[in-house]
């Protein structure tokens, strides 16, 4: 079997129904467009109080334009229903925002896979019954083993199986979303339960960067950037399984696609690809206090998990003198509040300091990197040869990636560089 994933939007709602081919697994999950609708509307009946029958309309009217057929007219005029009188008569009043709106949005989701099944033909599932998911902190993650079982046992048709994607369960009961880029996760979960013989993404873009063939290392990588369409997580489980993906243009039928297995792209080059991040602040936090005391790293890291911060890079010298790191330049008032508090001018480092700054981190990365003499010197050199200053550097030990932060007006200039490599 193959599993397919798309985002339903009303411009390709055709194209998917001609792709949705026998022995497929299809996940549809909603536009952003069309969740922000339903936000919309949560946010009206629950801050502004206002009569939601407008709202509803222009729902409506989104959806039928996906289908004609009278079965799904006349389940999309009931699920409509049920939603209006929920948020209208207040049955949610002891739940919280986030849990209203997973309640809701698991119904949009639904209603899109259903115009999807009307229009193939294929047997519906919903998607919170394969995905068992618990809480960890403040996290959903998804219980493998019992969504394993659970997928293996309703996935079995030899014909068309239609699942409304992005969302799970607790054993609870209660819904919940998976997280981001929670359909893909799923997509690949599925594919991995089933061993199917193939994934295939169908997005609005020419695949990855616009290449042919990537590793899953390499993948993963490009993926880990916030702005990457495709989370790097939900590469783990077709990787573990062998199952090769491939990124298709749902807009574009003519483009190949980029295809992801164990195999990359055969080009000669070296560098696979360059990742740009220009929303990010370095923090360092410094000082002779800081040589040879145990659990520096330990205060510092454990202070961003408390507060909530990712951190998205780091950098330590040997010397022990200084450690740096980037966050996201939303979360950098907070992550230098903590780091104040906790760390600079304490009795423990008393000559401790924070340096605050702006900067881009330019990640060049590939396969091809690992064992071979003088890439390192190459990125570097590129960069000084421009004028360009490195404020920071790192490099993973697998040698698959070099990160480097730079003044954030050199930033795009740096990547523009390094991607000639």
């Keep these: 079997m193959i599993v397919k994933s798309f985002v339903l939007r009303k411009e390709t709602a055709d194209r998917i129904a001609q792709e949705c081919t026998e022995g497929s697994v299809i996940v549809v999950r909603p536009e952003k467009k069309l969740e922000a609708l339903f936000r919309d509307v949560i946010r009206k009946a629950l801050v502004e109080k206002r009569p939601l029958e407008d709202d509803f309309s222009h729902i409506k009217e989104y959806y039928e334009k996906l289908s004609d057929e009278p079965s799904y007219r ?4 009931s699920t409509l229903s049920a939603l209006s009188a929920y948020l209208s008569e207040g049955m949610f009043i002891q739940a919280t925002l ?16 259903e115009a999807v099944n009307v229009a193939v033909g294929g047997t519906l599932i919903d998607g919170t ?30 014909g068309k199986i239609v699942i409304s994607g992005g969302f799970g369960r607790l054993e609870s009961g209660y819904v919940v979303r998976i997280g981001r880029g929670g359909a893909y996760l799923m997509t690949t979960l599925i594919a991995s339960a089933i061993n199917a013989k193939k994934v295939e993404f169908y997005v609005e873009e020419n695949g990855i960067a616009g290449v042919n063939a990537m590793t899953y290392d390499e993948a993963a990588h490009y993926c880990a ?11 783990w489980p077709v990787k573990a399984a062998g199952i090769p993906v491939v990124i298709r243009n749902i ?22 690809g360059v990742i740009l991040d220009k929303d990010l602040v370095l923090l360092t936090v410094f000082g002779t206090g800081l040589l040879g005391q145990v659990g520096l790293s330990s205060a510092v890291f454990s202070a961003m998990s408390s507060a909530g911060v990712n951190v998205r890079f780091i950098s330590q010298s040997c010397s022990e003198y200084s450690l740096s790191f980037a966050v996201r330049s939303e979360d950098a008032d907070i992550a230098e509040a903590e780091i104040s508090r906790r760390v600079s001018g304490t009795g423990d480092y008393d000559d401790v300091m924070l340096l605050r700054r702006s900067i881009g981190i330019v990640t ?4 091809r990197m690992k064992n071979v003499a003088g890439t390192s010197g190459k990125v570097y ?14 490099q993973g030990g697998e040698e698959l990636s070099i990160s480097i932060a730079v003044d954030l007006k050199d930033a795009d200039k740096a990547a523009k560089i390094l991607e000639s490599l």
Excluded at 251 to 272: E, H, L, N, W, Y
Aim: proline share 3%; net charge neutral; glycine share 6%.
């Design 74 to 77: 006349a389940k999309l005029e």
């Design 98 to 113: 986030s849990s209203i709106e997973d309640y809701v949005l698991v119904k949009c989701a639904r209603l899109c896979a």
């Design 129 to 158: 019954e394969l995905m068992i998911c618990r809480q960890q902190g403040s996290h959903t993650v998804v219980d493998w083993t019992m969504s394993r079982a659970e997928i293996a046992r309703r996935c079995t048709s030899e």
């Design 225 to 235: 950037s916030p702005k990457a369409f495709l989370p790097s997580a939900a590469l």
């Design 251 to 272: 807009m574009d039928a003519s483009f190949p696609g980029t295809v992801i297995s164990s195999q990359g792209a055969k080009d000669g080059r070296t560098v696979s």
């Design 364 to 367: 060049v990365y590939g396969d």
């Design 381 to 394: 050199s590129a960069l000084g040869s421009e004028g360009i200053s490195v404020v920071a550097a790192a």
